[in-house]
């Protein structure tokens, strides 16, 4: 009997079987399956973006076959708690050979009680703490079936099972609610920026056509150059490598690769990479067609493989850093990227220097800047509070969870 627990524990395998079936190698090459891996399973156990595969042309661990009831628990980078319940899935529904299938087995464990009691924060802690591996933690099936769960009687698994969902319907309609705000913010975000950048601050401003497609009408004494007469290419190369690493990102613009709280590669010698100074503009060449582009902060080194670009006294970096990250700027530079596939489109320098930028005199770039950063601080606070409202709600389906299946908490016979 575990302290935290009314219930006795017993290990998982006794209770659900693990990994029953398997595709082999002599299935139809042009059976067509449908897979799910391990990117495609989120924190919260919702299936993203199913792919559609013949056999022959499938990923070698498109094997596991799973079945109405069956629970995916992924053995590799076990710390994203990729757990996801399968429900109603079609014969072809195959999975990666980096979970673990568990089949509740028939009048010993409830397949709705089972998808919630592998969400007990004491299960989740234990598979983490059996994973090795540093950068790709990672854990045997069998290892999982070693674990105890909270193991009530087989009538009660489903009453709270039913509690449970209904409860936890209520908190995600909640989280629903509150994300479709962080949408509708991060749109207003981006409308901000580019009505400042495209249109300028004054209504009443007599307004001319630019000429070009993506900018429209602009304010009549803004200049349009191209930007091979605004920046000039800066390729200058570490030669200790001892500068700091600067990682550019459409979400995040240019920043310190020692400010992400995420797994990246690292070369073993940064030596020869591009230096990139405060206000040079940098671009990853491979995502810039999705916005990866931005002015720097401070002084660093970035990827040989990315471009920097010194702009003239004519642009403020601020207004640079804003004008590169509205999604049209984006869409513009496509435009002159080269690439046989949308997705591996590169925009080179040379294809850089033929977009046009409007270019309002300078003091007015101060004030677009101003005017950018006091309206995004706004929507940011709310942003800020919405996200921690939504992982308060987070934890408070987590904690209902681990006292339900656990019996810390009284449920209604109503349930």
Not at 23 to 40: A, H, K, M, R, S
Not at 72 to 82: K, P
Not at 187 to 206: D, H, S, V, W
Request: glycine share 6%.
């Amino acid at each position: 009997m575990s302290s935290d627990s009314k219930y006795p524990r017993q290990r998982l395998k006794f209770a659900a079987s693990i990994n029953d079936e398997s595709l082999t190698e002599d299935v139809d090459p042009d059976f067509e399956i449908q897979y799910i891996d391990i990117g495609n399973v989120d924190s919260s156990g919702k299936v993203h973006e199913i792919a559609t595969y013949r056999f022959e042309a499938a990923p070698s661990r498109a094997r596991r076959i799973v079945r109405n009831g069956d629970v995916i628990i992924s053995t590799v980078r076990t710390y994203l708690q990729a757990i996801a319940a399968i429900a109603s899935p079609p014969d072809n529904l195959i999975v990666s050979t980096g979970f673990a299938v568990l089949r509740p087995r028939l009048g010993t464990l409830d397949p709705k009680f089972c998808r919630y009691v592998l969400r007990e924060p004491t299960f989740l802690a234990e598979v983490e703490m059996r994973s090795t591996g540093i950068s790709y933690p990672a854990i045997n099936a069998s290892e999982i079936g070693d674990i105890a769960i909270p193991y009530p009687p087989l009538a009660d698994q489903g009453v709270i099972a039913d509690f449970i969902e209904t409860e936890s319907n209520h908190i995600d309609a909640l989280i629903a609610a509150k994300q479709r705000l962080l949408d509708l913010l991060a749109e207003k975000r981006r409308a901000i920026a580019a009505e400042a950048i495209m249109r300028g601050l004054n209504p009443a401003a007599p307004l001319r056509h630019s000429g070009i497609a993506w900018l429209g009408k602009i304010p009549a004494h803004w200049a349009i150059e191209r930007s091979r007469w605004l920046f000039r290419e800066r390729d200058e190369r570490s030669e200790t490598g001892a500068e700091e690493m600067l990682t550019v990102s459409h979400l995040t613009g240019v920043t310190p690769r020692s400010e992400k709280d995420v797994n990246m590669f690292e070369a073993e010698s940064t030596v020869g990479y591009k230096l990139c100074f405060a206000g040079d503009l940098a671009i990853n060449t491979l995502w810039a067609w999705m916005g990866a582009m931005g002015a720097a902060r401070v002084d660093g080194i970035v990827s040989p493989a990315y471009n920097v670009y010194t702009p003239s006294p004519q642009l403020l970096p601020d207004y640079v850093d804003a004008l590169v990250r509205i999604p049209v700027f984006a869409q513009e530079v496509t435009r002159y990227s080269k690439g046989v596939w949308s997705s591996r489109l590169r925009l080179y320098p040379e294809g850089f220097f033929e977009t046009f930028w409007p270019v309002p005199p300078i003091d007015e770039q101060h004030e677009i800047v101003r005017h950018i950063a006091t309206g995004t601080a706004k929507v940011d606070r709310l942003r800020a509070a919405t996200e921690h409202s939504i992982t308060l709600l987070k934890e408070r389906r987590s904690a209902l969870i681990a006292a339900a299946v656990t019996g810390q908490l009284h449920i209604p016979e109503a349930a």
